[in-house]
C-alpha cells in the first residue's frame, strides 16, 4: 500500500501483484463506533472525533499502455474492510485506488492547515492552528499553545 497527501485529499493505493489474492487485504480500524457501506458503494466510517467517507473504490490494469477498468468493491467483516474485484487479467497488476473522499478536522471557527504528511508508521499528521472552541480534542494526540484565542496544534 501506498499514502500520499495532495491538494484537497489523502489517497491510498494498493497494488495487487500478478496471480496475488485481493481477499489478503484487510484494513483494520481501530476507534470506529461504526463501519457500512452505503447504496453508493461508498465505504463509511464513523468515529468519536468525526465521521469519515471512502469513494467507491476503482481499479485498473495498465495493458499495452492502456488503462483497463476492474469492477472493484469493499468488503467489510466487522472492525476491517478489503475489496473484491471482477474478472480481470490475473496474469497483470491491478491497482486498487479506494480515495479518502471526504474528512473534517475542525470546529465551530476557523482553522488553518499549515503542513500536513505522512509519518513512518503511515499515520497522517497535521499541525496548524485554530480559532474554535469545540475543536476535537484527543488526549496526548497534540500539543496546544495559547496564543489568546488562538491555539496552535499539531
Known amino acids: ?15 495487487l501483484k ?6 489478503l487485504i484487510k484494513i483494520e480500524l481501530e476507534g470506529q463506533k461504526n463501519l457500512s457501506k452505503n447504496n453508493k458503494g461508498e465505504l463509511q466510517i464513523v468515529t468519536t472525533s468525526g465521521n469519515f467517507a471512502f469513494t467507491q473504490p476503482i481499479a ?18 466487522k472492525n476491517s474492510y478489503g475489496f473484491q474485484l471482477g474478472e480481470y487479467d490475473r496474469s497483470q497488476e491491478v491497482i486498487i485506488d479506494p480515495l479518502i473522499a471526504s474528512s473534517y478536522v475542525g470546529g465551530n471557527s476557523l ?9 513512518d508508521n503511515d499515520e497522517i499528521i497535521i499541525a496548524g492552528s485554530s480559532a474554535s472552541d469545540n475543536f476535537p480534542i484527543v488526549p496526548g494526540s497534540f500539543s496546544e499553545i495559547n496564543l489568546g484565542g488562538i491555539d496552535e496544534w499539531h
Do not use: C, H
Request: hydrophobic share 40%; glycine share 4%; charged share 25%.
Open 18 to 23: 500478478p496471480l496475488a489474492d485481493v481477499s
Open 60 to 77: 485498473w490494469q495498465m495493458i499495452n499502455d492502456k488503462r483497463i477498468p476492474v469492477e472493484v468493491s469493499y468488503v467489510i467483516n
Open 1 to 15: 500500500m501506498k499514502i500520499s497527501t495532495r491538494p484537497g485529499n489523502i489517497e491510498k493505493l494498493f497494488t
Open 111 to 119: 482553522e488553518l492547515i499549515g503542513e500536513k504528511y505522512i509519518n
